[in-house]
């Protein structure tokens, strides 16, 4: 069975950092697609960064530079590494694995329960 | 980017009637497209994928159609648990820029 456990959320001014783990089972995240996609209270779902299997990673244009995905193959664990936050990175950060169709396309399969992130003074 | 454009915004529906939700692309996406349900407090939960399969154990009530930039989620018979935040996603481009819809909610009449 696929599961996913986030944690690392939490209240960070502006202008800190943060690391969001994601623990995986059920699957190995280096052998999957795995994405992050937050959701702003009461608003809707934003993707923000996925790591291929092969190693390759992508963000949102609108995280570039500030978010860094990653992944420790030996304990099965994906992170996101949150700098220079900003109070409307608040939100609920969820991790996904991601599953092929039929033409090679990734859809988000299985989501974790999510963990919180508030940038405030 | 790609933008997701979902309406209405807001389906009032009763109980055992059925609801049509719309979601469009800005562009062609082929059939890139998926469903997810979301209720309050908890994760999404995928309901369809390439536009018109159903993920696993999703009932055969909800089905999805369209290609290119028109997609359709129908729901047919609304059952109680089916009232919830729905969300279409397009998985298309390339580089990944997943985009999602605004969302359509499903309330009881």
């Known amino acids: 069975e696929v599961q996913l456990v986030e944690s690392g959320g939490g209240l960070v001014q502006p202008g800190g950092s943060l690391r969001l783990s994601c623990v995986a089972s059920?699957?190995?995240?280096?052998?999957?697609?795995m994405s992050w996609v937050r959701q702003a209270p009461g608003k809707g779902l934003e993707w923000v960064s996925v790591i291929f299997s092969t190693g390759s990673t992508f963000h949102a244009d609108s995280v570039q530079d500030r978010f860094s995905i990653s992944r420790d193959s030996s304990k099965n664990i994906l992170y996101l590494q949150i700098n220079s936050l900003r109070a409307d990175d608040s939100a609920m950060y969820y991790c996904?694995?991601?599953?092929?169709?039929?033409?090679?396309?990734?859809?988000?399969?299985?989501w974790g329960q999510g963990t919180r992130v508030t940038v405030s003074s | 980017e790609t933008v997701m454009t979902q309406s209405p915004d807001i389906l009032s529906v009763s109980p055992g009637e059925s609801a049509t939700l719309s979601c469009r692309a800005s562009?062609?996406?082929?059939?890139?497209l998926a469903w997810y349900q979301q209720k309050p407090g908890q994760a999404p939960r995928l309901l369809i994928y390439?536009?018109?399969t159903r993920a696993t154990g999703i009932p055969a009530r909800f089905s999805g159609s369209g290609s290119g930039t028109e997609f359709t989620l129908t729901i047919s018979s609304l059952q109680s648990e089916d009232f919830a935040v729905y969300f279409c996603?397009?998985?298309?481009?390339?580089?990944?820029?997943?985009?999602f819809g605004q969302g359509t909610k499903v309330e009881i009449k």
């Open positions: 562009q062609s996406i082929s059939s890139s």
């Open positions: 059920g699957f190995t995240v280096s052998g999957s697609y």
């Open positions: 996904v694995r991601e599953e092929l169709d039929d033409y090679g396309d990734s859809y988000f399969d299985s």
């Open positions: 996603q397009q998985y298309n481009n390339w580089p990944p820029q997943r985009t």
């Open positions: 390439g536009a018109s």
